[in-house]
């Protein structure tokens, strides 16, 4: 076997710059469209509909992520394992503002 016949139909590694140049988008545009294709996804789609069965009404999946960030910083605050107690504090505002960001989305 040669390295010719190995190598029959490999093309270039890298794009042209021109095509990639075209990609380039501005840091805004791009968060935007980060958030939308995060809140279009499947996993949150599902989780949404997790949520309104459970909860009895309608929920968002821009209110299911927001419901869990409030539970992932409740769960930090309460999670049994030796902490300073500033570390403690920090995970208490976190969780606060996390309810507070729900409650506003809500």
Not at 21 to 43: F, I
Not at 76 to 103: D, T
Request: include cysteine; aromatic fraction near 6%.
């Amino acid at each position: 076997m040669n390295s010719k016949s190995v190598l029959v139909g490999a093309g270039p590694m890298m794009a042209a710059p021109s095509s990639l140049s075209s990609r380039v988008m501005p840091s805004r545009r791009r968060s935007l469209s980060l958030r939308r294709r995060v809140e279009s996804s499947v996993w949150l789609g599902r989780l949404a509909r997790y949520y309104s069965r459970m909860l009895g009404e309608q929920v968002t999946p821009r209110y299911a992520l927001c419901l869990t960030h409030a539970q992932v910083a409740v769960w930090a605050l309460v999670f049994p394992v030796v902490m300073p107690l500033s570390a403690r504090a920090l995970c208490l505002l976190w969780a606060a503002l996390a309810v507070r960001q729900c409650r506003k989305n809500a």
